[in-house]
């Protein structure tokens, strides 16, 4: 990838937005369209990964970015534990389970990873 000059060069913020997308697409069908708190919840819970990714870069600081980093970290957690449940009330097939949960996982790695790449810049300066 070449140089990063705005949140969208990010492939984790692209990977975000594929995510909430796949989920809005998902909330669509019956019966989690009629469940309107949990439909709510893992959408507003996986649009945050994104809104965070892009909130913090654009602070401008590393710090901050870290920081967003992590609150994006965590909403990915939240989107797991969301699915697990959705699963369990047979809202989702098991194929739609696994596919959200490996990117979440797969995200969430690639998150951690920019988070110690920019912790470490902090160390040699």
Known sequence: MGKINRFEDLEI?????DLTVYIYKLTFN???SKDYSLKDQIRRAASSVSNNIAEGYEYGSNN????FLRIAKGS???VRSQIIVLERLNYINKNDF???YEECVILSKQIA???NYL??????K
Do not use: D, H, Y
């Open 13 to 17: 913020w692209e990977k975000a937005i």
């Open 30 to 32: 019956e019966p989690l």
């Open 64 to 67: 901050q970015f870290i920081r």
């Open 76 to 78: 990915l957690g939240e």
């Open 98 to 100: 696994s596919k959200i």
């Open 113 to 115: 990873k920019l988070i």
């Open 119 to 124: 912790e470490n810049l902090k160390k040699v």
